[in-house]
T-cell receptor, first 115, second 114 residues
Framework: EAGVTQFPSHSVIEKGQTVTLRCDPISGHDNLYWYRRVMGKEIKFLLHFVKESKQDESGMPNNRFLAERTGGTYSTLKVQPAELEDSGVYFC?????????????FGEGSRLTVL | AQSVTQPDIHITVSEGASLELRCNYSYGATPYLFWYVQSPGQGLQLLLKYFSGDTLVQGIKGFEAEFKRSQSSFNLRKPSVHWSDAAEYFCAVGVTGGYNKLIFGAGTRLAVHP
């Protein structure tokens, strides 16, 4: 069974440009989460989808970040325009149980470098 | 505010030595606690979790952790470290119940000397 897949694995862009990160969760997993780790600091929660709906987006840093989950399958996280402080590793995770008791499976992360 | 503290940024141990990674949390209610490991080039993998019950929990790869409410701690231990354990370890607390929203510590990077 395929795990959580993230693309691209590494993206280098200039300040002011746009980047879109994609996450394909494990098939059948209704929960999808985005987390971010900035330069050796804590991994921080960004948001949580249940199917195509945003359940909790309290961790989104500002309106330059837009997350979508089309049809409750894959998700995209767009950063527009990117700033230097957006550099970091963006992790996606998925789980099966809506109640939150099902194990979270993480992807390998997408590393974003903003120059 | 809810938080997780991992006091040790880097730890180096010799292969075969015992290991303890420290984790302290700040959370008002009964915590859901987790340890994750990230090996180079891989995603985060769950080592073990505590939801309720026995405060000593066993995980994969020979790891265990003990929940101590009085100390707000959830330290990870392994009696004999293998070279393949070299990785970064993250402690986390679930703040909305279960896995739905995790607060992570900054991580502890473990190096293993032969």
């Amino acid at each position: 069974e395929a795990g959580v897949t993230q693309f691209p694995s590494h993206s280098v862009i200039e300040k002011g440009q746009t980047v879109t990160l994609r996450c394909d969760p494990i098939s059948g997993h209704d929960n999808l989460y985005w987390y971010r780790r900035v330069m050796g600091k804590e991994i921080k929660f960004l948001l949580h989808f249940v199917k195509e709906s945003k359940q909790d987006e309290s961790g989104m840093p500002n309106n330059r970040f837009l997350a979508e989950r089309t049809g409750g399958t894959y998700s995209t996280l767009k950063v527009q325009p990117a700033e230097l402080e957006d550099s970091g590793v963006y992790f996606c995770a998925s789980s099966q149980v809506i109640a939150g008791t099902g194990e979270l499976f993480f992807g390998e992360g997408s590393r974003l470098t903003v120059l | 505010a809810q938080s997780v503290t991992q006091p040790d940024i880097h730890i180096t141990v010799s292969e075969g030595a015992s290991l303890e990674l420290r984790c302290n949390y700040s959370y008002g209610a009964t915590p859901y606690l987790f340890w994750y490991v990230q090996s180079p080039g891989q995603g985060l993998q769950l080592l073990l979790k505590y939801f309720s019950g026995d405060t000593l929990v066993q995980g994969i790869k020979g790891f265990e952790a003990e929940f101590k409410r009085s100390q707000s701690s959830f330290n990870l231990r392994k009696p004999s470290v293998h070279w393949s354990d070299a990785a970064e370890y993250f402690c986390a607390v679930g703040v909305t119940g279960g896995y739905n929203k995790l607060i992570f510590g900054a991580g502890t990077r473990l190096a293993v000397h032969p």
